[in-house]
């Protein structure tokens, strides 16, 4: 399994970003995807899940400004970020699992992760 992360960077308060997360190596349209992220000093905290047949999950924190989507076809998830806030500066992180079709997903050391990226909100 892999998941290569791209996207994110430096915004004001208020604005947009767009987070990808490209999948391989599993069955990518069967397994729920999701988004988590660490802020400094905190712990990794679910942002956002989708299932396989696109059912949709947010943290309340974000409900309303975050949409999670997934392209079956192109074995990619995504995250859509408006109206972002300083609170919401993180390193955003993809994941999934393979070994159950539960969703949303949890915060679980034998998750699959992606990389990283790096989400910087100034106000």
């Known amino acids: 399994v892999q998941l290569v992360q791209s996207g994110g960077g430096s915004v004001q308060s208020g604005g947009s970003l767009r987070l990808s997360c490209a999948a391989s190596?599993?069955?990518?349209?069967?397994?729920?995807m999701g988004w988590f992220r660490q802020a400094p000093g905190k712990e990794r905290d679910w942002v956002a899940s989708?299932?396989?047949?696109?059912?949709?999950y947010y943290a309340d924190s974000v409900k309303g400004r975050f949409t999670i989507s997934r392209d079956n076809a192109k074995n990619t998830v995504f995250l859509q970020m408006d109206s972002l806030k300083p609170e919401d500066t993180a390193v955003y992180y993809c994941a999934t699992n393979t070994w159950s079709l539960a969703c949303p997903l949890a915060v679980r050391v034998d998750n699959f992760w992606g990389q990283g990226t790096q989400v910087t909100v100034s106000s």
């Open positions: 989708i299932s396989g047949g696109s059912i949709t």
């Open positions: 190596g599993f069955s990518f349209s069967e397994y729920c």
